[in-house]
């Protein structure tokens, strides 16, 4: 085993072990803003994984889109929302947690024993290395033209939706839609409209 | 191609003289340009320290740093010195365990982004397929630094200074991306030497700023968002925040922070001149200066000559931009966060998309021009 080899090996290790442990801390803290920042490590082992494949542009892609941005808005959203509330303590919760390890424990020996039995037709040609955004950006404009584009306006229609949903004056105030669709926030300020009206007079 | 003065190899086959194997020889050699980048980014920090020092002062009609060492000039190492021995407190209600990985995950991904600045043809640590998009990537990860550290501090306006840093980070990042992205499409790759060999040849006339004004003003801009610096260090603006995500943080906690602004400025000075003011090209091409003169590629005098003035000129570049940094920081109010948020999604996200879109027009239809 040479050097390089042996380098590889140890990140391997390494980072399989960052990976399972921050990803069984994920589930297993009791607090959610730990989840997310655990959740943030998880996804960046997993770019050293795929560092590791050879795939260095997927790498980066992968701390850019999960690390950057969908981790911190998932932490904006905790944020923003953190109610600090004291839940009530359940009778029996630890059947839940018990039933809930049990469905777990048995998809993962559901997915193990697929992922062993089946033959996998493995590809033995190099990895493309720095060429593959070359090959990526050509399967994006030949056969993967229309999930591609086919994904770009789901994109859409989320942020569409998203903004919808943001903007109080498209969908009508709390009365009309009854409390069960209510969110739970506190009651609007009546300064700002007064404000506001303030401000265009001036 | 004259690939100019090649330490590696010449380190590498030095040592294979002396008798070691070839992988001995390349892992004594690999963390000497790390180690070298390391304390040039360092020694860069201090003297852009001293420079904001200066100018601020100088802004303002004051004398500035005057005792330490010549004109002053030591006062940021002294600065250093007085902060590690200052005592490190964690506040009794913060999250200690949080309070202490935010400042790192902040400094980090700084400096492993020099992994990817280029000062010539050889003298970069590494020179990756992905340059430029390495450091976006990374570049990322630094708000949920910010976050982490306004969360832990538990002080209302650690945490608010911490949520405007992360989403200014967001917004700008994409207007940032989108002009590099300008940039990489004229040069048929991401890696910075390559940026800069497609600006090479022509001088000062050749650059891409030229070619690229508007997306040089965008990348400056929220570069400049990037780094909080003023008109947008709404993240810790002192009169509405206290400090922001530092309010809590003291000693070599606070230093962390305070290292990584400043080395982040300094990364992103270069890397404008890298993307637009042709890297460590000088504004009259060397090469043929050298070809007039009737001197061959390979004179060994004349190529340590090239490097030298390869590094001097991205340093002088980097500092010119500096200097126009800290100006604008004593020129410019502060903006409001509607409007930063205003300026980053409703106006440079749209002039950068037309400014992506005439870019690969223009690619197009003058090929000769922007790189076909």
């Not at chain 1, 998880?42 to 790498?59: Q, T």
């Not at chain 2, 205003?342 to 996200?349: A, E, N, P, T, V």
């Amino acid at each position: 085993m040479n050097l390089a080899e042996g380098v590889q090996l140890v990140s391997f290790i390494i980072l399989t072990v960052m990976m399972l442990g921050a990803a069984l801390a994920v589930v297993l803290t009791p607090n959610i803003v730990y989840s997310a920042f655990l959740l943030g490590a998880v996804f960046s082992a997993m770019a050293g994984l795929y560092l590791l494949l050879n795939a260095s542009f997927v790498a980066a892609a992968q701390i850019l889109v999960y690390v950057g941005a969908i981790n911190v808005l998932i932490l904006f959203a905790i944020m923003l929302v953190n109610k600090r509330e004291d839940f009530a303590p359940v009778k029996y919760a630890w059947t839940r947690k018990i039933v809930t390890a049990a469905v777990c424990g048995g998809l993962f020996l559901l997915l193990g024993t697929t992922i062993i039995t089946t033959p996998w037709a493995i590809d033995s040609t190099a990895a493309a290395g720095d060429e593959a955004i070359y090959i990526l950006g050509e399967h994006f404009f030949t056969d993967f033209l229309l999930p591609f584009e086919l994904v770009s306006v789901l994109l859409l229609m989320a942020l569409i939706g998203a903004i919808v949903l943001a903007r109080r004056d498209i969908i009508p105030d709390g009365d009309a839609l009854g409390d069960d669709l209510k969110l739970p926030e506190k009651p609007r300020e009546l300064v700002s409209a007064v404000a506001s009206s303030e401000s265009e007079s001036n | 191609m004259n690939s100019g003065i090649d330490l590696q190899g010449t380190f590498i086959n030095s040592l294979r003289d002396l008798g070691l194997p070839p992988g001995i020889s390349k892992l004594f050699w690999m963390p000497l340009p790390m180690i070298l980048m390391v304390i040039g980014a360092t020694v860069g920090l201090l003297v852009l320290v001293w420079l904001e020092r200066k100018i601020s002062a100088a802004a303002q009609q004051r004398v500035g740093p005057e005792y330490a060492g010549p004109q002053g000039s030591l006062q940021a190492a002294v600065d250093g010195l007085k902060l590690i021995f200052k005592e490190d407190i964690i506040p009794a209600k913060a999250d200690s365990a949080l309070f202490t990985i935010g400042p790192i995950l902040v400094i980090l991904p700084v400096f492993i982004s020099y992994l990817v600045v280029p000062f010539g043809q050889n003298l970069i640590i590494s020179d990756v397929g992905l340059g430029i998009f390495l450091w976006i990537a990374l570049s990322s990860i630094q708000p949920i630094g910010l976050l982490m550290s306004g969360y832990a501090s538990n002080n209302k306006y650690s945490l608010l200074g911490g949520l405007r840093a992360a989403a200014q980070s967001i917004s700008y990042e994409i207007p940032l991306a989108l002009a590099v992205l300008a940039v990489v499409m004229m040069s048929n790759s991401m890696s910075t030497i390559d940026i800069v060999q497609q600006q090479s040849g022509y001088g000062i006339l050749g650059w891409n700023v030229w070619r690229q004004p508007v997306g040089f003003v965008i990348f400056w801009i929220a570069a400049l968002a990037e780094c909080e610096r003023l008109p947008f260090d709404l993240p810790e603006a002192e009169e509405e925040l206290v400090a922001g995500y530092q309010t809590e943080y003291s000693g070599m906690k606070f230093a962390l922070f305070y290292i990584a602004s400043y080395v982040n400025l300094l990364l992103s000075a270069i890397m404008v001149a890298v993307l637009y003011l042709g890297g460590w090209e000088s504004p009259i091409p060397l090469d043929r200066l050298a070809g007039w003169l009737g001197q061959p590629e390979t004179n060994p005098i004349l190529q340590v000559i090239t490097a030298s003035m390869g590094i001097l000129m991205t340093l002088f570049k980097t500092y010119l931009l500096v200097f126009l940094a800290i100006l604008m920081r004593w020129t410019l109010p502060r903006v409001r966060i509607d409007q930063l948020l205003d300026l980053g999604w409703k106006f440079l996200l749209p002039v950068a998309l037309v400014n992506l879109l005439v870019t690969a027009a223009l690619k197009i239809s003058l090929p000769f021009a922007f790189g076909g």
